[in-house]
């Protein structure tokens, strides 16, 4: 949980897995214990697609096929770790498959292995707004208290180092002989003196300060860094919209129609079970290339949602994106040092194998294929019914469903168990009644066919609804008030029992068309 909360906070798994690498090769953490971290990191990267499909909340349809898409991003890497996370814990078969690679291979640190790619084009721009010491990081991360005090911000670009004598007066214990008055004459005696002596001290000259907008600042670090943050909260939501819209007004009519064609289409003949399998390998180039697989699903989601690509053409695309998000850790690995090399490639081919065998997991075989994208689905219907879904599933499953655990976990396994074990005993009940009803409910007592001998708040989200939906119309200012009349006269219960095709569009504008 720390992986997940650690990367919804600097929002790309391939920032945190490069810290989880670095530690490693400080050896701050065993490889043993960054395995579930980098497995966090891959559930935390997803926030980024997530939040981008709320920016297509105000068309329904649209919404529901966004939201789908940036849900199933998650829906396989939780998965993934509820099946891989007690494999680890029971087996270790990362943690030797990975040592096993790393004992055959004679691999060399390269000191510059971190290969910039993206960064070429945005250092530049980031040099100018601000620049940070990564030494005093470093420090502080091996425990270093002396750098505790410094400041992060860099301030001189250029310094020099001088060596110099410099007279040093330190108190020294010395001891000396001294007359006793007793039989013995000479003791020895121990005093506390203040001792000059010459010592060669380094520091650094300043020759020339740096160029950004907080050079000669006197706000402290965290001031500046909040100041940072709100401002980077800003652009990445402007930049979210100005995608949107410009993938709007770009992917019309005749020009859709043949990238929708063209993208959604299989290899012909006996060839066509490979286009799942290249598009993974153009999910993970094109990662690569980015270096974020945040960035490259979230340039996804809006295709989704205007219907340009299908959500079952962008889940072998999603996979790919999680093997090429490894790339970068694999590069932080390369530049460690030659005693610590080993340890920080070792972690960050544990990452790899994670994201491979989730993929091995949930994407070859039809049946298990289709679970994660069934879920999605489920997920875009009850955002297309239920908006406030959206950031209810937000909050609970980056913020709340983490923080709870790590808190339980603090507190002591005993306790994790004791919650952990009954809630997800209960969980899994519900979902195998749930497919049962589904599938065969015959097979079920006449009472578990269905969930009406519940409360309506328990197996309904209407009744919450309804009640959000009073509370924002108290506020005439609210816009979920204004939405809410505003969709008053549309009934579009029956979209939990629709599928994710773009021939309900036309349905939906039918209905629109004879209701106004």
């Not at 971290?37 to 920016?55: D, E, K, P, R, Y």
């Not at 020339?208 to 100041?227: A, M």
């Not at 490979?274 to 960035?295: C, F, P």
Request: net charge positive.
């Amino acid at each position: 949980m720390i992986g997940v909360l650690a990367t919804v906070l600097v929002q790309s798994s391939s920032t945190s897995t490069s810290i989880v690498v670095s530690m490693v090769a400080a050896e701050i953490l065993y490889v043993q214990q960054a395995i579930p971290i980098v497995m966090g990191a891959n559930i935390g990267t997803s926030i980024t697609n997530t939040l981008v499909s709320i920016f297509q909340a105000n068309d329904r349809n649209q919404f529901r096929r966004a939201f789908a898409g940036a849900t199933i991003h998650d829906v396989f890497n939780w998965l993934s770790v509820l099946i891989l996370l007690p494999l680890e814990v029971a087996t270790s078969y990362l943690y030797h498959l990975s040592e096993i690679i790393i004992n055959s291979m004679h691999i060399t640190s390269n000191e510059n292995a971190d290969v910039e790619l993206l960064k070429v084009i945005t250092k530049p721009f980031t040099d100018k707004v601000i620049q940070v010491d990564k030494k005093i990081i470093t420090k502080i991360a091996v425990g270093d208290d002396g750098a505790l005090s410094d400041s992060m911000i860099k301030r001189w670009c250029v310094t020099e180092k001088v060596t110099e004598l410099a007279n040093v007066t330190m108190e020294t214990n010395v001891t000396s002989q001294v007359f006793s008055d007793g039989a013995s004459g000479l003791v020895n005696a121990t005093v506390l003196q203040n001792v000059t002596t010459e010592i060669e001290v380094t520091r650094k000259i300043p020759i020339q300060k740096c160029d950004h907008l907080f050079v000669n600042s006197d706000l402290g670090d965290t001031t500046i860094g909040i100041i940072l943050l709100m401002v980077s909260l800003a652009m990445l939501c402007i930049c979210l919209v100005l995608i949107v819209k410009l993938l709007h007004s770009l992917l019309r009519g005749q020009i859709a129609k043949v990238i929708k064609k063209t993208i959604n289409s299989d290899f012909p003949g006996c060839m066509g079970w490979l286009t799942g399998y290249v598009a993974i390998l153009i999910g993970a180039g094109m990662t690569l290339l980015v270096q974020s697989s945040s960035i490259f699903t979230s340039a996804l989601t809006p295709l989704i949602g205007i219907g340009v690509v299908s959500l079952e053409r962008a889940y072998p695309l999603t996979l790919g994106a999680n093997i090429g998000t490894t790339a970068t850790g694999i590069l932080a690995a390369l530049a460690s040092s030659e005693g610590k090399l080993a340890s920080a490639l070792q972690i960050a081919f544990c990452h790899l194998f994670f994201n491979i065998s989730g993929i091995l997991l949930w994407y070859p075989v039809p049946i298990t294929r289709k679970v994660p994208i069934r879920i999605a689905k489920m997920f875009g219907n009850t955002t297309a019914k239920y908006r406030w879904f959206a950031a209810f599933y937000l909050i609970a499953m980056f913020f709340l469903f983490p923080a709870v655990v790590f808190t339980l976990s603090l507190a002591g396994w005993q306790y994790l168990a004791a919650v952990g074990i009954p809630t997800l005993a209960i969980f899994l009940i519900v979902v195998f009644i749930n497919v049962m009803q589904a599938k065969q409910p015959k097979c079920l007592p006449k009472i578990l066919r269905t969930w009406d001998f519940l409360p309506k708040w328990m197996h309904s989200l209407a009744p919450l609804d309804r009640v959000l939906t009073s509370i924002c119309r108290t506020c005439s200012c609210c816009p979920c008030a204004k939405e809410s009349c505003k969709d008053k006269p549309h009934n579009i219960s029956h979209l939990s029992q629709v599928p994710l095709t773009d021939s309900y569009e036309i349905s939906i504008s039918a209905s629109r068309e004879t209701t106004v």
